[in-house]
């Protein structure tokens, strides 16, 4: 590839890129193959890499709870399907890392050695590398639209906890018609919609909606309780 050469990515809202792939669990043609469910497609820059190990791992350790929340997961990196075969055969056989161990990664790893998929998806930056993809992470929703986007450098492990809250607070936005604060968890306060009009305004400082918290007219906020969000979104 030419150097210092800009590769375009996606936005959030757009339709997410169209690819067929061979993977380590068979061909995928994406997103088409997930439609109704949520996706996180994220790329890793090379395979026998200590971080990506690391985030592997976590990932397949955590592989059940993303798919309680309707959510797949989906890697990638440049490295071809064999070297993907190798690296998980040794993360299973081999790998004793924060207690886990024998993890066995069953989520589909893209074999990218064109680099198509990830240059369709902006993941190759020739600042930091030529050769390998950065560490991005596609939030995608079950219609196939791109929700968020996370880029991390070559040497930064990706905080998984926030991954699964990205997911479950996206989820909570579409079925609850609300928005979600700094540092939401579920059960948090979530924010509702501005009101639209100045009676509405007057209303909600007058406090006639005893439901809202009422910090000033644009920033209302409400109660709903954790099991009332966990009940809308998970598989059990």
């Not at 400082?205 to 998970?234: A, N, Q, S, V």
Request: proline share 5%.
């Amino acid at each position: 590839m030419e150097e210092n050469v800009v590769y375009s990515m996606p936005r959030i809202g757009d339709k997410a890129p169209e690819f067929k792939a061979i993977t380590t669990q068979g061909e995928i043609n994406f997103p088409s193959d997930y439609k109704g469910s949520w996706v996180i497609l994220f790329s890793h820059p090379a395979d026998f890499t200590p971080v990506c190990t690391s985030e592997f791992m976590t990932f397949a350790t955590l592989q059940t709870k993303f798919e309680e929340a309707n959510c797949k997961l989906v890697g990638l990196s440049v490295d071809g399907l064999f070297s993907h075969i190798a690296w998980l055969r040794t993360i299973k056989e081999k790998i004793d890392y924060k207690g886990m161990k024998n993890v066995e990664v069953k989520f589909p790893l893209i074999e990218d050695i064109t680099m198509e998929v990830a240059t369709k998806y902006g993941m190759m930056m020739p600042g930091e590398s030529n050769t390998k993809a950065v560490r991005a992470v596609f939030v995608i929703d079950p219609q196939g639209i791109i929700r968020t986007i996370l880029y991390y450098p070559l040497s930064l492990g990706r905080n998984f906890d926030e991954l699964y809250r990205v997911v479950i607070a996206l989820q909570t936005a579409d079925k609850f018609g609300i928005a979600t604060p700094a540092d939401w968890r579920p059960g948090d306060e979530v924010i509702v919609p501005t009101g639209g009009t100045c009676g509405a305004a007057k209303d909600r400082m007058e406090g006639k909606d005893e439901d809202l918290k009422c910090y000033d007219w644009f920033f209302c906020t409400k109660k709903i309780d954790k099991d009332t969000i966990l009940k809308k979104i998970l598989k059990k």
